[in-house]
């Protein structure tokens, strides 16, 4: 009880104002044990003057106290006295430690480190060809913070293989095992806080953004390490820049200025700050006296639980802040334990028993351990104990009794006897251990690294200082509370901070500039379409595929050929089944009335062969609708052509022998009449027969159609037609009637008629010129139309010149046969018998008569 009581009177004291005696909480960076660990904290800070102005190799004077750093070595003292107060790991050994302070700078850090090289029993490190045998004064040592220290420390220590734990140190490069094969971290690597800022960055679609670093290796390489990690992601840095640290001279301060400037001007909402503690203050510093304009922070773990950082005067205009912080696990004690530290380091009576327990500090070799921690009050440290992150030190103290426990082979009864351990066989036993502190599962991988879970921490502002709220978690991929989440912007909404606006879906990015995040938006056309949302081209549809513009996506082509359904067909089969109905009406009564003289003067049963041939012209044109296949596509033009060659055979030897009888002598008429008409009639028909036949198989030898698919003439669908190979194929099946019409026209347009006598040369005429119309007319047309039309256009010539041939040549007759039959006489169509062929002969001989009769 009287131990209490001196302990309340001595925390009364220490949280009085004043200066009182001071502390002897120096003397409480010692113990003595069976094993030492060695310890580098940066308990105070140094002089810019005394750092500049070194012209010996002499220590600068650590005169500024730093908080953070004493709460770190009393988390390692609290640590190795759990250890040692319980019977879990090392039961029997006592482990003990030696703390000294870095000040944050490599000049200072290397003083201690020479000491906890020194040979055990000396201050001296002697030169050796092996060091197996060599024993220093120190087992292992917990530390620097700083990874610009460890970057010192990690390759003195491993060239003796010294294990060291870092609880603080996390920059990248120390992972690499050839360089620092001794060094071990209870952090997470920067790689990983790295990779969750920009997980960060792309969940709230900030692809335009400022990184700002530290001007010393933590934040030159963490800086690095973002902007390969930020462009594989498709995040554009605006502006890069360094952060001088304090004792910089006046042009790089400039540069910083010059950066926040851009920033500040442009439409970058968000800065990437990977810097120390004290850039960090420099940087916010001027940014609050110049009144930059807020935006979002998004903090390394270095500066974002720094009490120094979020104390500066109108730090609550900077923006929103936010950043990772590894999770570990909280120690609530550990409070409790720092005022009993401080409380007895007041007590005269405790720091009396110290100084006969330690009389050697080695203060005359090192210097004072912390001059500065023995007049300090528990006001000094409560600010920084809100947010101390205390567990990785305390972690480390663990992670090297596990592996002395490991290595001594010690069991729950005690630790075998054996010669003491060397810093190197308790290094064989640290990779890939595995550890608990404070049931929360630790292992050390390859590279010395240990896996651990990140908090995303939020700045949320109360009186002077803010507090840490968790809004998400990382741990292989992001989670976040956006509901938790409070923006610096009106009526919170989320900050935007890209160059270009998102492109809608179905539009591209085109670069413009330098930066990737800086486009425009291009719609893709028609036949293409938007992959993915980072595309800068779009990508063509497959043959077989068609999308509209601005589509994400192709779609399948559907076949494409004139069906029978269409409504263009529909109304071709009706003519068709109106011209064919005429035809074999015309044949009917042509065949009732085969003797008479009407169908004898037409061509008797030439003139049916003719309507015959009409008919076949009629289902010929059936080729052209539905699904093309081989057989159709070489059966179209022939089977419709050759029956059109003998109709108009049979007109041509109508009109040959209409233009004999009225335009050549009587001798030559009768010649000619002969050849004209009876078997020398059927043999001109067989031999035009046989020479379009010829030119039929000459086209399907040297031009043979061929169906084929065509994925270009329409939009959507895949247009299955019978390909022509040229204008001279198509050209070629319809010389022979071409050139049969031609003749019958110039032989009858030129015929006179004759009074009383019914005129076969009218009819053929305009037969023949609605022939040449039709076929002259179908050229340009075929030529222009659509590809799936131009079946239709075929079929709709060749029923059209059927019908023309059908209502000039036939019909006529048909209508005498029906309506007029007194008409059907010999006189009126064959000219009143042989002898009066020509008329010329008969209408003499009755003038005659007549001159005589007077």
Known sequence: MPSLAVLGLSLAALLSPGTGAPLCLSQQLKMSGDYMLGGLFPLGTAEEASLRGRMQPSSPVCTRFSAPGLLWALTVKMAVEEINNESTLLPGLRLGYDLFDTCSEPVVAMKPSLMFLAEIGSRDIAAYCDYTRYRPRVLAVIGPHSSELALVTGKFFSFFLMPQVSYGASMDRLSTRETFPSFFRTVPSDRVQLTAMVELLQEFGWNWVAALGSDDEYGRQGLSIFSSLANAQGICIAHEGLVPLPHADGPQLGKVQDVLHQVNQSNVQVVVLFASVHAAYNLFSYSIRYKLSPKVWVASEAWLTSNQVMALPGMAQVGTVLGFLHRGTPLPEFSNYVQTCLALAADPAFCASLSMEQPDLEEHVVGPRCPQCDHITLQNVSAELRNHRAFAAYAAVYSVAQALHNTLQCNSSGCPAREPVQPWELLENMYN??????????????????????????????QRTPTLLTVGTFHKHLQLQHGKISWHTAHNQTPVSQCSRQCREGQV?????????????????????????????????NQDEWSPERSTRCFRRTTKFLAWGEPAVLLLLLLLGLVL???????GLFVHHLDSPLVQASGGLLACFGLACLGLVCLGSLLFPGRPSPASCLAQQPLSHLPLTGCLSTLFLQAAKTFVESELPPSWADWLRGRLQGPWAWLAVLLAVLVEAALCTWYLTAFPPEVVTDWQVLPTEALVHCRMHSWVSLGLVHATNATLASLC?????????????????????????????????????????????????????????????????????CYLLLWQPELNTPEFFLGGGPGDATGRDSGQGEEGTRSKNK
Not at 581 to 587: D, I, R
């Open 433 to 462: 251990m595995s550890f608990h502190v404070r049931g929360l599962a630790l292992q050390f991988d390859i590279n010395g690294n240990v896996d651990m879970e990140h908090d995303l921490k939020l700045w949320v502002w109360g």
């Open 509 to 541: 990015r085109r670069v413009k500039g330098f930066h990737s995040c800086c486009y425009d938006c291009v719609d893709c056309k028609a036949g293409s379409y938007q992959h993915s949302a980072d595309d800068l081209t779009c990508t063509p549809c």
């Open 581 to 587: 109905g005429l035809v074999l009406a015309a044949l």
């Open 745 to 813: 026209f110039l032989g009858t347009f030129l015929v006179q008629s004759r009074p009383r006598r019914y005129s076969h040369a009218r009819g053929i005429t305009f037969a023949m010129l609605a022939y040449l119309i039709i076929w002259v007319s179908f050229v340009p047309l075929l030529a222009n139309v659509q590809v799936a039309y131009q079946p239709a256009v075929q079929m709709g010539a060749l029923l059209l010149c059927a019908l023309g041939i059908l209502a000039a040549c036939h019909l006529p007759k």
